[in-house]
């Protein structure tokens, strides 16, 4: 299960350092094709700056999920990978409740997967 676990944090860390990229750099090309269906093609340009803060906020996510594989002591590293797969299923939660239900299964459920496969390592 421990190799689920690590597979899982990867899939998480992954996905976030994707969003980074597309919120930070690719809002208007990839981020005006992801989101279509949940902002005017028009918003993409006057909220540039908004989506790169949040790509931000989606990097800190990964690079806290890639920190819990340099950690030395089992404990804190388990401690660590829950937290932020804790933090990524709760925004999920929320993007799933305030924007789109799609949030949900690509952001929230494989955290949650994450957090189940890290309890029973």
Do not use: R
């Given at each position: 299960?421990e190799?689920?676990?690590?597979?899982l944090?990867?899939?998480?860390?992954?996905?976030?350092?994707?969003?980074?990229?597309?919120?930070?750099?690719?809002?208007e090309?990839?981020?005006?094709?992801?989101?279509?269906a949940?902002?005017?093609?028009?918003?993409?340009?006057?909220?540039?700056?908004?989506?790169?803060?949040?790509?931000?906020?989606?990097?800190?996510?990964?690079?806290?999920?890639?920190w819990?594989?340099?950690?030395?002591?089992?404990?804190?590293?388990?401690?660590?990978?829950?937290?932020?797969?804790?933090?990524?299923?709760?925004?999920?939660?929320?993007?799933?409740?305030?924007?789109?239900?799609?949030?949900?299964?690509?952001?929230?459920l494989?955290?949650?997967?994450?957090?189940?496969?890290?309890?029973?390592?």
């Amino acid at each position: 299960m421990e190799i689920v676990a690590k597979i899982l944090i990867a899939v998480v860390a992954l996905e976030h350092l994707y969003i980074l990229w597309m919120e930070m750099f690719a809002w208007e090309t990839k981020g005006k094709e992801v989101f279509k269906a949940a902002l005017p093609a028009e918003m993409f340009k006057p909220t540039k700056g908004l989506a790169a803060n949040q790509g931000l906020y989606n990097g800190f996510l990964a690079a806290g999920l890639i920190w819990s594989f340099f950690i030395e002591d089992p404990k804190w590293q388990t401690n660590i990978a829950l937290f932020f797969l804790s933090c990524v299923a709760i925004a999920g939660i929320y993007g799933a409740v305030s924007a789109t239900k799609k949030i949900f299964f690509v952001q929230a459920l494989p955290a949650i997967l994450g957090i189940v496969a890290v309890l029973l390592k």
